[in-house]
Structure formats: C-alpha cells, structure tokens
C-alpha cells in the first residue's frame, strides 16, 4: 500500500509499504479521507519530541472497516468510521498519562491507504457528514471540545471569545461554543476571516491587528466570561483585562510565544482561570462525536485535495490564509 | 467608645466614638478579641483602594452579644460569636459582586468596643478555641478555605505546597491541608518556621532562600498537586515546574510582583491551572468555621496584647517575622 512518511528530517513521501495485519481486538481500515494538522507540519519540520522515521504520519481519518480479527467485531464491517487519535490516555481522565501518544508517529496514522486500529477507537461517521468532513473533526474537535466544556465550562448564554479564528482547533471551538449557546466573539488578523465567522453566527469579530481592538469588546460586550486561545504571548494580558469576574482562559498552545509579565493582581482579584489545555480523554472524543451529529456541527473545510498531492497539503498548512481544515481523499 | 480610626493617611489612633445603634435584624456585639491583617496595615500605609478617614479598622473579631433589635434574634443574646467580614458578597457563589467590600473600611470594623452586624453574619466560636483563638479566623480562615478547596480541590493523599508558611493565610492552608488528608510541604525563608512546620506535621520543609530549592522536591516526592501562594513573582515559574500533571497553583496574593514570564508549554501540556483567588463566599465562611470546629483546628497565634497597644500590633504585622496571627483582646 501506499503511505506517507519522514524519510529524513524534513523530508516527507509517499512510499510502498505492506499492508498492516490485524489481530485480537483491532479492525483494518481502508481510508476515505484524511486531514492534516500542524502537528504533522512540525514533525516534518523537526520541531516535535522525540521524531522518528519511517512511521506513517497522519492523525485524523476515516474510512471503511474492511476487516476484523474477531467474530466479535463483525458488526463493524462495512461501515464508516473516524478514528479516535489518543493512544493511551490512561486511566486519570483529567490528564494524560506519561505513555500517552498521538496517533501517527510513533505509532502508524492515517496517511496511508490502510491502517490497523484497536475497536475501541473507532466511531460510527456521523449521519450528516461526508468522510471528507468527518475526517476533519478527530485531533481539532477533540481539542476543541475540552477547551470548551471541561475547563471552560461554557454554558449557554455566556460570553465566549475565540482567538485566532480560522486555526483547526479555533473553528471547532467557534462552532462547538455557538452550539451551546453561547454569544461567540472570534479575533484574526484577516478580514475575510471575520466576515466568514460572522456570517456564520459569531456575535462580534475583532481585527487584532487593531492597537487596543481589546478596549471595545470589553466597552460594549460587558467582557468575557471565557476566552479559548492558542496563541499566548503578551495578549494574555489584555484576555485579563476583558475577562469578567470569575472568567476563564484556556489555552492549548503558545504560537506566539511566551508572556512578558502576568497580571496577577487583577487575576486573583477576579478570580480569573488561566488553565492548559490540550487534546482530551477517550469519553470525551466520543461525547465530542455524539455533540457533533446532535448540533449537526459541520467542520469548516479549507480544501480537500488527493492523497497524492499531499506534500502541497503540508505547505498550506504552515500558512495562516486558510480557513479550516486541509482533507486529503483516497 | 473606645475604636481605632485612621485619622490622616498614614495615622491610626485610637479615639472615642458613639457606640453604634441596632436596628432590624442587627446585633450589637461587645468584642473580646480582634486581629490584624495585612490588609489592615496596608489601610494604614495608604497602598489600598478608596481609602476614607474616621471608620474604625479591623476585619477579624469575636465577641458576646448584648444587645438584639428583633425578638426572634433573642436566642443570640449572652453567646459568643465570630464574625464573618464579607460585606455584599452578592448572588454568585464563583466570585464577589462589584459592591462587595471587607469589613473594617468603608464599613466600621472589629477595632473598637462594640460593633453592630447582621445577624447573617455572625457565628458561634467554636467549642475548642478561646475568643483569642477563634478572632484569628476570619479573614485569613476564609481565603485559605477558598483557596484550597474551592479552587484548590485538595483532596487527601495529594502533595500539597504552601509558600510563605507562617503567614496569616498560609497557616490555615496549611492546617485546612493537613486536617483533609494531604502530604503538606511548606516553604519558608527562615528556619524556625520552617522548624515550626515541621512540627506540626508538614511532610517537608523548604528554605526558599537556597538557589533550586525548588529541584529538591521535585526529585524526592513527585510532584505537586496543588500549590497554594501569595508571592507571585517569578516562583511561579518553578511551581509550574514542579507540577504533577493536572495540577493547580492558587495564589491569593502578589507581594513579589508580577513573574517576567510564563511557561506556557508545561502548562498546556501538564493541563496546569494558575487561579487568581480572594476571600469566599458566606456559605465557604460557614464551612469553614465547621470545619475548624470538626478537626479542632488551631490557629496558629504569634502574640497576644491589650487593644490599647494595637498600634504596636500594626508595627509587627508588616515584618515577616511573626508566626500566625496577632491578636489584640478587650
């Protein structure tokens, strides 16, 4: 079969490799469609722990269950499914354990035309979505949805701010917010991001590229209850300044780097959350499906291209034009 | 009456007032003993806000009742109580409302012969402390009961740190620790509290004055769950760094200042939390006084002395010497 790996740092292809066989508890899959996040981009980069060749990269999949090891597993035959891409969270479901991987390095992922998966970690593709959609959802839905409800804590009515809308992650935190009920306020730095967030509901989108853009949502919203970011830096500050008492920041990555300084003051005054965040427990991929198929949520797909072309697909995916996810299909 | 006002900035006497009238469902209470916090010298220094002249001082008191204004408070008359210093607190459990205030500024204190409070806030001392024991309690009682459990969660069997020991709110987190159940290690700069702590029963003593003290814990037992903190500064740092996964830093204070940076990485990988918290809510003040009754909590007390010497007490409270609270009796 064919499958994508690091076959030098930094350098990717598509390569001949035999097809995995399956024992005990696991079913082969035959992908349909497959989405790329910057994970894959920074392993090709080097910019990643612990970075192996020769593995098949690739995080987020789905496609059709073609065979299974134990009479067992005979009902999930023929039907399409999306991967859960936690291995071994463990047994605390507030934190990962120290052994826990992403699928797709070191373990085999999703950039191939096979993959061998445990039964556990698949779901049925929810009704309303294609597999190219499906597809998007598993490492930024995830993500996404533990930002949002297990340390956010979003409840219907509060006041949601998304930084850096358009990301994997952001859009799925955008949506998922937006489905609970939330009135969701996003942030970019291009125009026809905010237009697009608001065209699909947001109640406010802020250029931060705008000096003191922070002033007005905090002048004329009443502040934040929670902000989702990804970004960190120096902005943290300003998050501080229009949350509201007991508000929450959550965060799952620090794009731009680390803060000059932190305002503790108004933090422990307001009793502010400032709380790391990052992928979720096995529950909560499937809590995640299951609110993606009842909100009939459907992922913001940026370009959907062959698996062929893949390489292009890492190129895109290091830019900060798109809007949504990268799917390739087999 | 006798009652300490501040008479210009940077000048409390103590000064001859009317004793206050009850109406409606408020007592009047005939003070045994009051104590100092921090805050109190802070008013003094003028490094607080809305600073007003001529109200008397002082958040923490116990007293007897002697006079009620309703029939049905009739059963108060002749107990003594420990007074809770929330003022307005308001409707959400999470956080204070904007017209909340502490006792003792803009509203009249504990810092005089008699007080008038509402009969809502107003407590019987626990069976175990004398009236000297039981003043102690209140304002630093309640933010340690807040930050432990309320945003701490400390749970028994969790490794519990807490900064700065012999502090007015550090030594009910460390106690409130200890009575749940936890591994308590403490840190302080000087080592007769730190020999103190050990006594009483800390799992570990840290002299924060060595250079990587911090390494030492982190290599011996494993990691914190929870840090409880009122420095701030760059130790935040440290504590991120020796974190168990999932763990939380509470910090109710900045006397350090603000950290020059944030290790964002560990702590979105860890799922750290870094919580601002302040005081509790009435409910919170409440469980604290059972608790204190339950596990025959003691306060720690540095010294006790006549309400006329107060102002020698408001000299002691800025020095970092003392261990526990000091008190001033009627």
């Known amino acids: 079969?064919?499958?994508?790996?690091?076959?030098?740092?930094?350098?990717?292809?598509?390569?001949?490799?035999?097809?995995?066989?399956?024992?005990?508890?696991?079913?082969?899959?035959?992908?349909?469609?497959?989405?790329?996040?910057?994970?894959?981009?920074?392993?090709?980069?080097?910019?990643?722990?612990?970075?192996?060749?020769?593995?098949?990269?690739?995080?987020?999949?789905?496609?059709?269950?073609?065979?299974?090891?134990?009479?067992?597993?005979?009902?999930?035959?023929?039907?399409?499914?999306?991967?859960?891409?936690n291995m071994n969270w463990g047994s605390n479901p507030a934190v990962q354990s120290r052994e826990y991987s992403i699928l797709g390095m070191p373990s085999h992922g999703t950039f191939a035309e096979y993959i061998a998966v445990e039964d556990g970690r698949i779901h049925e593709v929810p009704k309303h979505l294609t597999p190219e959609q499906a597809a998007a959802l598993p490492l930024g839905g995830l993500t996404a949805f533990r930002a949002c409800f297990h340390h956010g804590r979003i409840r219907g009515g509060e006041n949601v701010l998304i930084s850096g809308f358009g990301g994997g992650v952001a859009q799925f935190a955008f949506q998922f917010a937006l489905a609970a009920g939330a009135n969701v306020f996003v942030t970019s730095g291009k125009q026809d991001k905010l237009d697009t967030a608001l065209k699909m509901g947001a109640a406010g989108a802020f250029n931060y590229v705008e000096k003191d853009w922070y002033k007005n949502p905090w002048q004329t919203k009443g502040g934040f209850d929670v902000v989702i970011d990804s970004a960190g830096g120096d902005q943290i500050n300003n998050f501080i300044k229009i949350m509201r008492p007991g508000g929450r920041i959550v965060f799952y990555g620090a794009t731009n780097g680390l803060p000059g300084s932190l305002d503790l003051y108004r933090m422990f005054w307001n009793q502010l959350t400032l709380q790391g965040s990052t992928m979720g427990n096995d529950e909560e991929f499937k809590e995640m499906i299951d609110f993606v198929s009842e909100k009939k949520v459907e992922p913001l797909i940026d370009s959907v291209r062959p698996f062929e072309d893949i390489t292009s697909a890492f190129d895109t995916i290091a830019k900060t034009t798109k809007t949504g996810k990268i799917v390739v299909k087999f």
């Open 1 to 85: 079969m064919k499958g994508l790996v690091l076959t030098a740092p930094g350098r990717i292809e598509i390569v001949d490799l035999e097809r995995p066989k399956i024992t005990g508890s696991q079913v082969l899959i035959k992908l349909k469609a497959a989405a790329l996040n910057k994970r894959d981009q920074f392993i090709r980069e080097g910019k990643y722990p612990n970075i192996q060749m020769n593995c098949v990269l690739g995080s987020d999949g789905v496609g059709e269950v073609v065979e299974v090891a134990t009479e067992a597993n005979g009902t999930w035959k023929g039907k399409n499914v999306v991967i859960n891409p």
